[in-house]
């Protein structure tokens, strides 16, 4: 099994920036089975949209909302994954939840909230 446990969000102004992380904890065996992570979020009212993502190889994906502005990265010797959020907006605000996915299965965190007050 691993866990996830996101950090990092907070109350920010609209223009400001926010450093997520997800830190992954486990068996040595499972971390290095970890393939791809990545960020989803949920916004009040919303469905839960994906953000962006990355492969172990650091091959990486964004949604058209976040290009230009997101950037993932991950450290594998850190076991730790982030999000950098730069010129947020108020319809940035949501819970961002973090996952890990494994051949047989996915893990997720259980969220970090990001407000965004303008």
């Known amino acids: 099994q691993v866990q996830l446990v996101e950090s990092g969000g907070g109350l920010v102004q609209v223009g400001g920036s926010l450093r997520l992380s997800c830190a992954a904890s486990?068996?040595?065996?499972?971390?290095?089975?970890?393939?791809?992570m990545g960020w989803y979020r949920r916004a009040p009212g919303k469905q839960r949209e994906l953000v962006a993502t990355i492969t172990s190889g650091g091959i990486t994906n964004y949604a058209d909302s976040a290009k230009g502005r997101v950037t993932i990265s991950r450290d594998n010797a850190k076991n730790t994954m982030y999000l950098q959020m730069n010129s947020l907006k108020p319809e940035d605000t949501a819970v961002y939840l973090c996952f890990a996915s494994m051949l047989r299965a996915n893990y997720w965190g259980q969220g970090t909230q990001v407000t965004v007050s303008s």
């Open positions: 486990g068996s040595i065996a499972s971390i290095a089975s970890i393939n791809n």
